[in-house]
Nanobody, 117 residues
Framework: QVQLAESGGGSVQAGGSLRLSCAAS??????????LSWYRQAPGKEREFVSG???????SYADSVKGRFTISRDSAKKTLYLQMDSLKPEDTAMYYC?????????WGKGTLVTISS
C-alpha cells in the first residue's frame, strides 16, 4: 500500500503564492507507468485535473493554470510538489495528489487552498 500526505495549503490573497507538497510512504516502488498528478475539487464541483508529471519527467497542465503553476518531484524524497503563483479566487479548492503505477492508483486526503480577493 501507498500512503500520500499533502501539505502546504492555506489562505492567501489573490496574486499570492503557495507551494503544495505530497509525501509518499509505504510500498512506493513502481516498475513501470509511474505518473504523479494534482487534482482539485471546488465546493459543489467535480474533481478536476490540475497538473501531472510522467515517468520521463514530461509535464502537463490544465489550461486554467498554465503559466502560473509548476509541478515538480524529488524522487529521492518521494515527494511531489506544486508551486502555485499568481493565485486567483477561482483556484480555491481542496487539492489532492494522486500516484498511479500501471493500473493501480492512490489518492491523498487533500489540502485546502483558499484564495481571497
Amino acid at each position: 500500500q501507498v500512503q500520500l500526505a499533502e501539505s502546504g495549503g492555506g489562505s492567501v490573497q489573490a496574486g499570492g503564492s503557495l507551494r503544495l507538497s505530497c509525501a509518499a510512504s509505504g510500498y512506493t516502488s513502481c516498475w513501470y507507468g509511474l505518473n504523479l498528478s494534482w487534482y482539485r475539487q471546488a465546493p459543489g464541483k467535480e474533481r478536476e485535473f490540475v497538473s501531472g508529471i510522467g515517468e520521463d519527467g514530461s509535464t502537463s497542465y490544465a489550461d486554467s493554470v498554465k503559466g502560473r503553476f509548476t509541478i515538480s518531484r524529488d524522487s529521492a524524497k518521494k515527494t511531489l510538489y506544486l508551486q502555485m503563483d499568481s493565485l486567483k479566487p477561482e483556484d480555491t479548492a481542496m487539492y489532492y495528489c494522486k500516484r498511479a503505477c500501471g493500473n493501480l492508483y492512490w489518492w491523498g486526503k487533500g489540502t485546502l487552498v483558499t484564495i481571497s480577493s
